[in-house]
């Protein structure tokens, strides 16, 4: 999603370039973006009902989209948790990348 450059931290990956101020939420060992982002994640793993992309940015936004506003783009920082979430195969079995159409 991003190009490749200096990150904010090993965990999120998220590029330093889309924050605004100082690196607030990162404190030597952990992110607290993606520990936020993780316990979302957890809940809707919990909840057993599917659930997409658009869920995940709804719920962050939701819950935690105004302590992080020195993030410039906040809805791509999730999406690029998410991926790190696939790609390391451990989203759970309830998400759908896609939308469900209903007729």
Not at 17 to 22: D, I, L
Request: proline share 4%.
């Amino acid at each position: 999603m991003f190009a490749i450059g200096e990150v904010h931290c090993q965990y999120c990956m998220c590029p330093i370039e889309v924050w605004k101020h100082s690196m607030k939420t990162y404190d030597g060992d952990e992110c607290e973006l993606y520990d936020d982002f993780s316990s979302v994640i957890w809940e809707m793993e919990e909840a057993i009902k599917p659930f997409s992309n658009k869920d995940i940015i709804k719920k962050c936004q939701k819950n935690f989209e105004s302590k992080y506003n020195d993030i410039k783009d906040f809805e791509a920082s999730i999406y690029e948790m998410i991926e790190i979430i696939i790609d390391t195969g451990a989203m759970p079995k309830n998400y759908r990348p896609l939308e469900l159409v209903r007729a």
